[in-house]
């Protein structure tokens, strides 16, 4: 089993700046992928942005050039950097990891919440 817990969402102005971790422990697949999903409310949940063990990482457009994920494989965390947030960033923010055998682990979820 692998889990991943979320830290580092929460209520910002429009502009401003956080940053989310995701602790993974368990069965890690240290040679996969990690990243990070959102879903705002009545909508589905789409892909933020992914790294691979390697560093290589790809981003939805909305959030190129705003976001940055980057990964410490030594303590199986990922980050995501949010910068110039806007209020359409507002969602639950969800942690990824593709396991063994391309099965998808997801965490919890964290709440950024961004104000005009």
């Known amino acids: 089993q692998v889990q991943l817990v979320e830290s580092g969402g929460g209520l910002v102005q429009a502009g401003w700046s956080l940053r989310l971790s995701c602790a993974a422990s368990?069965?890690?697949?240290?040679?996969?992928?990690m990243g990070w999903y959102r879903q705002a409310p009545g909508k589905q949940r789409e892909l933020v942005a992914t790294?691979?063990?390697?560093?290589?990482?790809n981003y939805a457009d909305s959030v190129k050039g705003r976001f940055t994920i980057s990964r410490d494989n030594a303590r199986n965390t990922v980050y995501l950097q949010m910068n110039s947030l806007k209020p359409e960033d507002t969602a639950v923010y969800y942690c990824?990891?593709?396991?063994?055998?391309?099965?998808?682990?997801w965490g919890q979820g964290t709440q950024v919440t961004v104000s005009s």
């Open positions: 990824w990891h593709l396991g063994a055998r391309n099965y998808n682990y």
């Open positions: 368990g069965s890690i697949f240290s040679g996969n992928a």
């Open positions: 790294i691979t063990s390697g560093g290589s990482t």
